[in-house]
């Protein structure tokens, strides 16, 4: 008998006849923001900034025709000189660079290069405001997992109209195909006493730009 | 290895530990009461995250066989291993396969308990501990004293005494500080992450209907190990299948908070089979039994195989906070430790029986626990699968030879009065200071975890006698 057969089996026989009907899973959970936090889609693109930085990243808003002037703002104020963006990266986000030397993955970059650029910029394919995260999907404008990873900065898009209030909202949106990477905050470990110091593997600083369209 | 109270012993008498580890707890119990507290919802997330876990394993098997499918049809290959021993040949013979000479680990509890690093170094190949904790366990050459923070034993200055020696990069004057140890590490990691060809992991939950793997974590040492390398090896039980894609909505809120007490951890990864362009090129999970089954025959116990591995009942419970990680054995650790590996590993040894009595049955653990595990319930259950374990044997345990002349004593009014009598006589001589640190003969045993203090002079029914009569 092969260990795919014999464990089938044995979970069969462990469960024996006492499976039958048993009631539905009860979701009375929140899918949705309800309550004055929420009221309107400005408090929870509000609510989304608010836990963002909780999550100790930085994180402001924007206008849509400022945007190439807030990343190259970002991008110099951590005196980046050059930086990895995913192939598909809208040109005009970068549009105002001065000084910046933007390397697209295409071919892709290897991973000492990625190691040595100063950061990265990339969009999402969601936002979730209860938890301040933002989603990537490796869709359009976010590229392959690498680039988010192995840069020690990670400069995030996020139009307004792609924050949702709760995870319930996010895990709807997102096609679970694709490989997911959920963000909230820079790297951090819990593995000296207990306490939270930032930066050990991924990105050391993350940083959110809100597009209000 | 002993008996839970033997093992006991050492950490009791430790008082750098104990700080150490007081304060770790204290530290995430606070996080998780707050971050449990936020929600309106949380009792609600509560009940979903239960009834999930139950109607998870009442299918298992549909749920595994679609598991497969899924994975496969994605790309990547799944292998069955009924025991740590065929997990540890599977996982083997797939770095052989690679001929890599160091593979990087993100360590899991499934990792220690498939013995995965001795296999593969008998196989003359390296294992690379990536998180912060896990790499001073190991340069320490220690035992993880806590699932997610493995060296909770150790305080700032004993971790940078650790790193100083084993990182001469981190140079002589490496300060104490949480942020430059992080730093530290960081360096020190950096070079064989860019050079891995094969990483092994665990997985935090496994999505039946879509082939999916989640790994919650926040250092991103799994991101790496899950990104980076040609081929990408993930161990886990069959226990961490859930359902459907749409359960993760209540895990991934149920899991952060009541581990870390963070809304979200840093980092959820999740990945369906291999994607081209975008990670490994091949991806192995290694579907885990080792006692599972057995676990999963008892009604009542099968409770804990819904365990989500988050630490919340070992950061409120009082024997561990006193005790650390150890004495419960190798793997799963605290009160879920204690429910756990007994019926992962049967009862019949002393050691096994010894673990459901280590608790007070306090009940903390049942009310933090996310998914309404209910450990005192299931500490009683196995206290009595123990008992009935041994009463089959042929001499009587010295328990029972006492509960039975307990018995027999107490069925007398005049005969319960002049035991108690002498007894308190006895009991007044055997002790020091108010207390007795230790019983004779037979009721010794009940004495090996505990004190007992002195028996007043006088009984009630002395008193009574005396003063009313």
Redesign the interface.
């Known amino acids: 008998m092969?260990?795919?057969e014999?464990?089938?089996r044995?979970?069969?026989?462990?469960?024996?006849g006492?499976?039958g009907a048993?009631?539905?899973?009860?979701?009375?959970?929140?899918r949705r923001l309800t309550g004055p936090q929420a009221a309107t889609r400005a408090d929870v693109v509000a609510l989304f900034t608010e836990?963002v930085a909780?999550?100790r990243a930085a994180v402001r808003h924007v206008g849509a025709d400022e945007l190439g002037t807030a990343v190259a703002a970002a991008l110099w104020g951590r005196e980046a000189k050059r930086i990895a963006v995913p192939a598909d990266l809208p040109f005009g986000w970068l549009a105002e660079l001065d000084g910046v030397r933007a390397l697209a993955d295409t071919p892709?970059l290897d991973?000492?290069a990625l190691?040595a650029v100063d950061g990265v910029v990339t969009g999402c394919a969601a936002a979730?405001a209860?938890?301040?995260?933002v989603v990537l999907d490796?869709g359009r404008a976010q590229g392959?997992?690498?680039l988010t990873?192995?840069p020690g900065y990670h400069l995030c898009v996020v139009h307004a109209d792609q924050i949702v209030g709760t995870?319930?909202e996010?895990?709807?949106r997102l096609d679970?195909?694709?490989?997911?990477?959920?963000?909230?905050?820079?790297?951090?470990?819990?593995?000296?006493?207990?306490?939270?110091?930032?930066?050990?593997?991924?990105?050391l600083h993350l940083e959110v730009l809100v597009v209000e369209d | 290895m002993p008996k839970f109270a033997a093992a006991a012993r050492p950490a009791l008498a430790d008082t750098g530990l104990r700080r150490?580890l007081r304060?770790?707890?204290a530290?995430?119990r606070g996080r998780a009461a707050a971050a449990a507290a936020e929600?309106?919802?949380w009792e609600?997330?509560r009940?979903?995250g239960r009834?999930?876990g139950?109607?998870a394993l009442?299918?298992?098997?549909v749920h595994?066989?679609d598991l497969?499918r899924a994975v496969t049809e994605?790309g990547g290959t799944v292998?069955?291993?009924?025991d740590a021993a065929?997990a540890r040949r599977v996982v083997t013979g797939l770095v052989r396969a690679s001929e890599a000479r160091e593979v990087l680990a993100a360590a899991s509890l499934t990792l220690r308990e498939i013995g995965l690093d001795g296999a593969l170094a008998r196989a003359g190949v390296a294992v690379q501990e990536?998180?912060?904790?896990d790499l001073?366990v190991r340069l320490g050459e220690d035992e993880p004293s806590h699932p997610?923070?493995?060296?909770?034993h150790r305080?700032?200055a004993g971790?940078a005494e650790l790193f100083r020696r084993a990182m001469p990069a981190a140079g002589a004057d490496l300060p104490d500080?949480?942020?430059a140890?992080?730093?530290a590490?960081?360096a020190h990691?950096?070079e064989r992450?860019?050079r891995a060809r094969v990483a092994v992991t665990g997985a935090n939950f496994l999505?039946a209907e879509?082939g999916?793997a989640v790994v919650v974590e926040?250092?991103?040492?799994a991101?790496?190990c899950l990104?980076?390398p040609e081929t990408l090896i993930c161990v886990a039980g069959?226990d961490k299948v859930v359902p459907t894609?749409?359960?993760?909505?209540?895990f991934?809120?149920l899991l952060p908070r009541a581990s870390?007490g963070?809304?979200?951890?840093?980092?959820?990864?999740?990945?369906?089979g291999v994607?081209p362009?975008?990670?490994p090129r091949a991806f192995h999970l290694v579907?885990l039994?080792n006692g599972r089954?057995?676990a999963?025959?008892d009604?009542v116990g099968r409770a804990a195989l819904r365990c989500v591995g988050c630490s919340a009942c070992l950061n409120v419970c009082p024997v561990y906070e006193r005790t650390g990680g150890r004495p419960y054995g190798p793997v799963h650790q605290g009160p879920i430790g204690a429910i756990l590996t007994p019926q992962l590993r049967g009862v019949e040894s002393a050691a096994m029986a010894s673990l459901p009595y280590a608790s007070t049955l306090c009940g903390a653990c049942a009310d933090v626990c996310p998914v309404k595990i209910d450990i005192p319930d299931v500490l009683v259950h196995l206290r009595g699968l123990v008992v009935d374990s041994r009463r089959r044997r042929p001499v009587p345990p010295p328990e029972m030879v006492l509960m039975r002349g307990l018995a027999w004593t107490m069925g007398d009014p005049r005969r319960h009065a002049a035991v108690l009598r002498r007894g308190t006589r006895w009991a007044r001589l055997l002790s020091r200071g108010g207390r007795i640190r230790r019983l004779p003969g037979l009721l010794g045993a009940w004495t090996e975890a505990r004190d007992l203090p002195a028996p007043p002079a006088e009984s009630f029914r002395a008193w009574w006698d005396r003063t009313r009569a």
């Open positions: 092969t260990a795919r014999e464990m089938l044995r979970v069969r026989e462990a469960l024996g006492s499976r048993h009631p539905p899973v009860p979701r009375g959970y929140a836990r909780d999550n892709a991973l000492d190691a979730v209860r938890t301040g995260t490796g392959r997992r690498a990873l192995v995870v319930p996010a895990v709807t679970p195909a694709r490989p997911l990477t959920w963000i909230s905050g820079p790297s951090a470990t819990h593995g000296v006493e207990g306490v939270r110091a930032e930066g050990v593997h991924g990105p | 150490a304060g770790t707890t530290q995430l929600p309106a919802d609600d997330l009940e979903a009834a999930i139950e109607e009442l299918n298992l098997d595994l066989e497969e994605a292998h069955w291993a009924a065929e990536t998180a912060l904790g001073a997610l923070s493995p060296a909770a305080d700032r971790i500080d949480p942020e140890l992080a730093a590490a960081r990691l950096r992450f860019l999505v879509t999916t926040s250092e991103g040492n991101r790496m990104t980076l069959i894609w749409d359960d993760m909505e209540v991934l809120q870390t963070d809304r979200m951890t840093p980092y959820v990864s999740s990945w369906t994607t362009g975008d990670g579907l039994d089954t057995r999963l025959a009604e």
